[in-house]
């Protein structure tokens, strides 16, 4: 079920519950005012089952949603933001640790080089990389590449795919920047789509593209929480 759909039943469910109340068969005011923090958990949960979504921006709608909702039930004696931060930090670093690596022929641990720490050339099909208070270059020179899992936590990462020509005609980058940046350069005739969620942060092409036919497809996924994305 797509998010869209989940929103189209929570007004479904606040058209007929305020309906209710106008033509008085059931007075809603009071259990309202307690429990609709219920309707952002259950548009997180919508997110969750939504194969185009990220599913940590989910996760993060739902664990807002029940923090509101204890502070409207009294089970909280500080404001949201106290329980809801720390939280969030716990939740992205679970995140990080039990993340699906479904559907991926090659997952590529990157190691640094003293040498030349913050400029790695890479010849994998895929690699994954988490910057954490950190940055990092990285340079593709496989044809063959499929795709990268890329975080940037307080960080900063830069994908360059200008060197290779695409065996494959979708190249999927996963990336989530947490307070941080992950900027991607490429060809100013690929495609691009984003299938990413921005929340108080940024997905933005800095170049206006038109269609090609037949040229590669750079599908943008994940999550800019307090964070850019940058198309380059």
């Known amino acids: 079920m797509k998010s869209r759909h989940i929103v189209g039943i929570i007004l ?3 058209g007929t519950i305020f309906l209710l109340d106008e033509l008085n068969i059931f007075y809603f005011g009071d259990i309202f005012r307690t429990y609709w923090p219920l309707l952002i958990i259950l548009y997180g949960v919508g997110i969750l ?3 185009t979504k990220s599913k940590l921006f989910g996760a993060i709608v739902v664990l807002f949603g029940v923090i ?5 039930l009294d089970y909280l004696d500080k404001g949201i933001m106290n329980y809801f931060l720390p939280s969030l930090l716990i939740l992205i670093g679970i995140n990080l640790i039990f993340e699906s690596e479904k559907n991926k022929k ?3 641990e990157i190691d640094f080089d003293k040498a030349d720490f913050e400029k790695n050339i890479t010849e994998d099909n895929f690699i994954t990389h988490t910057a954490l208070f950190s940055g990092l270059d990285l340079y593709i020179t496989n044809d063959d590449f499929m795709g990268a899992k890329l975080n940037a936590i307080f960080g900063g990462i830069k994908l360059d795919l200008m060197n290779i020509n695409p065996k494959r005609n979708i190249i999927v980058i996963d990336s989530n920047a947490i307070f941080g940046s992950i900027d991607v350069k490429i060809p100013s005739d690929w495609n691009v789509k984003v299938e990413g969620t921005p929340l108080f942060g940024e997905f933005s092409n800095k170049q206006k593209r038109t269609y090609v036919e ?3 497809t750079v599908v943008f996924r994940g999550l800019a929480l307090f ?3 940058k198309i380059d």
Not at 68 to 72: I, M, N, P, R
């Open 214 to 216: 037949g040229a590669p």
């Open 227 to 229: 964070g850019e994305i």
């Open 68 to 72: 509101v909702q204890l502070s409207k």
């Open 49 to 51: 089952f939504d194969k």
């Open 106 to 108: 090659k997952i590529i």
């Open 12 to 14: 479904v469910i606040l």
